[in-house]
Every structure is written in structure tokens, then in C-alpha cells.
């Protein structure tokens, strides 16, 4: 199992000669960071005094007896920053430095993932320009505001729809022609090979950490694990560690309205081939979610085979149900969960009503200090309707 999904991860689609140039040298140091132990151990350092890990693995004992099963939360909503994103974004910078670049440069949709490349590079001193769709740079005008708190440079992109799509394109152009001296440091686990590979690796410290602190507190492994997928980092992140354990099931939650897994078709995106959500003329199909994070219209190709294979379920979470999940994990736990974290505890929810009694691991990807502007504008139009 998952033979598919390491060939996917790793197939090249068409390139540019100087893109496979910056590709190729991307994956040298790569190889050379992660095989250097001074390197490991600054890494592993930065990851327990600036991120904060590890993580809780914390069990939710009372919405275990709303939804019926014994649950546990993967805590990546007390990483530095919010979310996951760190994990990522903090190892990409160690090793930009470590090839000697001192300019990086990151896209961005919501603004997460720029704030936490932002974090990492004044953490680690070194120079950034973020690319962010201009309708984005707009309505997630904090986290504008929070990148230029931490020095970073922001470029706002006005081609095409002005958000995230455009924003990926604008990064690559620009790193295609400045590759020698500029790190592009991606966001999920998409884009051209080695970055699917790259943000995997980084992000499997979630699955390690969580494998061994379920086999700690309950001495087996668990039944299935749920994530939130946008791009999918998160999901790999902890999927990763499980995935030769057939019989701990995978499920993947996806925004109703992006749901590349549950309804795409193979396509082209982005330097992968993956599925894609597609209009009936082969055009990429505009996406809907609630949460920005999971409004994106591929997935990585390592999940995409998986599901292939048949190792990952998916399901597909209206807006509602998020919301719903959100508000019963805050007032049985005390946890406000980002929305996109929300739509991973939302398919535990179905899954335990048709399974009482599992013991299934969640993860909880992110905060949701981000979304309470987009919550209450939820509830205000749901009460007029
Ligand atoms: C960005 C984000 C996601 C989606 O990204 P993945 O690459 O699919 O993990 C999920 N949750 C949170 C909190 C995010 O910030």
C-alpha cells in the first residue's frame, strides 16, 4: 500500500528547462539537509522552543459522549502561530539558509501560511516577499497586517481572479527566473516534485508524534484518523505515519464545495498531476468553502493515489456541518478549532454515528481565532433566513 502514491508524488509533468534546473537543485539540498545530523538537531531544536512542540495528543472525553467513540485531538492548534503551517514553514527556511539563500519567497491565500513563513524568517533572519492574490490581501487584511509586522514584503497579484491559483503561478514565475538566489518556500503538499515530497517529510512530525503518544495512552492503534484537506499537508502529515497500518482506516474531509478528492478527474495543475475539480469543458471549476484553507481546486498527488488505491476514504462537509461541529467541540471542550480543522471533527461525527465506540484520532489542524469575523457572518445570515 501506497506504492501508488509515492509514484504519483514523485511524477514530472511538463517543465521548463530552467524550472527543472531550480527543481533539481531544490532536491540536491534537500537530500543534504535532511541526511546532515548539525542540521536535524537545529531543526529539532526550533521545533520544540519556537513551535512548541510536541503537540498534545488530548483525549475529548465529553464530545466522546456527544458523538459516541473515544476521541482524541492532535493539538497542532497550540503550534506557534495557530496552525500546522510551521511545521513547514519553519523547516523550509532552515533549509533555504542551509543552501546559503538568503531571500525567500512564499504565496499565500488566506494569509497563513504567509504569516508563518514570515514568523520563520525573522526567527532565522532572513529577507521575504509573500505573493497574495489581491481580493486576499483585502479580506484577510490581518494577516496582511501580521506579515508586515514581521518584516515581510507583500506582493499583491491582480491577474485572473486575484487569489490563490494566481498567486501559485506568480510565485513560480518569479522563482523560475530568480531561483539562484531566491528559495521558494511552498505552502502544502503540491506543486512539482520534490515540494509534494518536501512538505510531506516536514510534516510527518504530526504522525510520528501521534503514533506514539496513542500507543502510549491506550497501548493499540486506533481505528481511523480524520483530517481536514485543502492542498493536504496536514492530512499527509499525520497519514503519513499510519499508512502501512491497513488497519487504521485514513479519511480525508473535504470542504462540499472544493471536494477534489470525492468529485475531480485527473488533471494538470500547478506542475502535478492530480485530481482536479473541473467544469464539464475540462475548465478548472471555481471552488467554495467556508474556510479559505480548504478552498483550493487540486489536492496533492500522494493523496490522490492513495485514494486510487483505495487507502483513503473521503467525505465531503457542507458549510452547516462544519459550523455545527465547530460550535460542539467549543462548548463540550472548550477548544475553538479552526473552520477548516472543524470539517475534520465533523466527519468523526458521521463516522462514529455509523461506528459507536471506535477509538479514532482527529486532527485538529489549526485555532480559530482567524475565522470568528467569517462565524459570526455565518450565524447573522443564517438567523435572517
Ligand atoms: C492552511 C490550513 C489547512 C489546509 O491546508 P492543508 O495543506 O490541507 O493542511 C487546514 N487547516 C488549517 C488550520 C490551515 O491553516
Request: aromatic content about 6%; overall charge neutral; charged content about 20%.
Amino acid at each position: 500500500m501506497g506504492d501508488l502514491a509515492l509514484e504519483m508524488e514523485k511524477n514530472i509533468t511538463y517543465l521548463t528547462p530552467l524550472l527543472d534546473n531550480a527543481l533539481k537543485n531544490l532536491e540536491k539540498g534537500f537530500n543534504q539537509f535532511i541526511s546532515d545530523p548539525t542540521e536535524v538537531k537545529k531543526l529539532s531544536c526550533l521545533l520544540k522552543d519556537f513551535a512548541g512542540r510536541e503537540t498534545a495528543l488530548h483525549e475529548a472525553k465529553n464530545l466522546g459522549k456527544l458523538y459516541k467513540g473515544k476521541i482524541f485531538l492532535k493539538r497542532e492548534d497550540l503550534v506557534h502561530g495557530g496552525a500546522h503551517k510551521l511545521n513547514n514553514a519553519i523547516a523550509q527556511c532552515s533549509l533555504a539558509k542551509f543552501m546559503g539563500i538568503k531571500n525567500v519567497i512564499a504565496e499565500t491565500g488566506a494569509g497563513q501560511h504567509g504569516v508563518a513563513t514570515a514568523m520563520a524568517c525573522a526567527n532565522l533572519k532572513l529577507s521575504l516577499q509573500v505573493f497574495q492574490g489581491e481580493i486576499d490581501v483585502q479580506r484577510q487584511y490581518l494577516n496582511a497586517l501580521r506579515m508586515k509586522l514581521f518584516g515581510a514584503h507583500l506582493i499583491p497579484v491582480t491577474d485572473g481572479s486575484k487569489k490563490l491559483k494566481e498567486a501559485v503561478n506568480a510565485a513560480m514565475r518569479f522563482w523560475v527566473a530568480n531561483y539562484q538566489d531566491h528559495f521558494y518556500c511552498l505552502g502544502s503538499i503540491v506543486g512539482p516534485h520534490p515540494y509534494p515530497s518536501i512538505v510531506r517529510h516536514f510534516q510527518k512530525v504530526i504522525g510520528n508524534e501521534s503514533r506514539k503518544q496513542i500507543l502510549e495512552k491506550t497501548s493499540f492503534l486506533p481505528s481511523a484518523i480524520f483530517a481536514c484537506i485543502g492542498g493536504g499537508s496536514n492530512a499527509a502529515g499525520i497519514f503519513s505515519a499510519f499508512v502501512s497500518d491497513e488497519s487504521v482506516k485514513l479519511v480525508g474531509c473535504e470542504a462540499a464545495g472544493a471536494a477534489s478528492l470525492s468529485h475531480g478527474a485527473m488533471g494538470v495543475l500547478h506542475g502535478m498531476e492530480t485530481f482536479i475539480l473541473q467544469t464539464s469543458n475540462r475548465q478548472i471549476a471555481e471552488t467554495h468553502s467556508i474556510s479559505a484553507g480548504l478552498d483550493y481546486p487540486a489536492v496533492g498527488p500522494w493523496l490522490a493515489g492513495l485514494k486510487q488505491e483505495n487507502r483513503l476514504q473521503t467525505q465531503a462537509i457542507l458549510d452547516e456541518e462544519c459550523i455545527q461541529s465547530l460550535n460542539e467541540l467549543a462548548t463540550e471542550e472548550g477548544i475553538l478549532c479552526a473552520l477548516e480543522s472543524a470539517h475534520a471533527v465533523a466527519g468523526a461525527k458521521k463516522y462514529l454515528a455509523n461506528n459507536p465506540g471506535e477509538t479514532i484520532i482527529i486532527c485538529l489542524s489549526g485555532r480559530g481565532d482567524k475565522d470568528l469575523d467569517t462565524i459570526s457572518n455565518f450565524k447573522n445570515k443564517s438567523e435572517l433566513k
